[in-house]
């Protein structure tokens, strides 16, 4: 079955420590998505990738970091800059002028 | 800039009820309009999309037209179960390329039986 692939489904962080989220896709999707969801405020745009080696900052892009050396993975890492990272996370993919797919998510706490 | 607002929830509703979620955006230009649906846990599926004014989406027994002169795009269903309950985002994407999405805050509706 073709699809996204997030690891883990829980991850907790200490206070200094940077962490990786992963997401894999079989889709052969172009472009990847991460977001970030917290209560209440829906999806916000970390950062995105439409191809290989290149990517875009979104809308709250500090303290995080990305990564696209291949076509199907998107690693973020949420570095100890990000002073507010307890949410869940979740990674999207597309070609263009197609809906999103999305993962399961990733829920990060902070320990 | 492009944004999208929904009605607050939760929507508590009895199973067979008519339901209705209201969505409104603004957006420079012409957007194809989303909804998505959340289960407890999971992340989003693509409920139903239209890419242009009056187009009808529709799956599952949810619909929603793309009103240009109300700029809306409210989803219903006749008749809701228990199943249903999740949370439901409205999202607009603008028509060139990959389609960044710009969400609303989501609506949590809870059907009892």
């Known amino acids: ?111 | 800039g492009n944004s999208v607002t929904q009605m607050e929830g939760p929507v508590t509703l009895s199973e067979e009820a008519f339901l209705t979620i209201n969505c409104t955006y603004t957006a420079t230009g012409y957007p194809s309009l989303f909804w998505y649906v959340q289960y407890p846990g999971e992340g989003l599926q693509l409920l139903l999309k239209a890419t242009k004014a009056d187009d009808k989406g529709s799956n599952k027994g949810f619909e929603a037209t793309y009103r240009k002169e109300t700029t809306s795009f409210h989803l219903e269903k006749g008749s809701v179960q228990v199943s249903d309950s999740a949370v439901y985002f409205c999202a607009l994407g603008m028509n060139t390329g990959f389609q960044k999405l710009v969400f609303g805050t989501g609506t949590r509706l809870l059907v009892s039986p």
């Open chain 1, 1 to 111: 079955d073709g699809g996204i692939t997030q690891s883990p489904k829980y991850l907790f962080r200490k206070e200094g420590q940077n962490v990786t989220l992963s997401c894999e896709q079989n889709l052969n999707h172009d472009a990847m998505y991460w977001y970030r969801q917290d209560p209440g405020q829906g999806l916000r745009l970390i950062y995105y990738s439409q191809i290989v080696n290149d990517f875009q900052k979104g809308d709250i892009a500090e303290g995080y970091s990305v990564s696209r050396e291949k076509k199907e993975s998107f690693p973020l890492t949420v570095t100890s800059a990000q002073k507010n990272p307890t949410a869940f996370y979740l990674c999207a993919s597309n070609d263009q002028n197609q809906p999103q797919h999305f993962g399961d998510g990733t829920r990060l706490s902070i320990l």
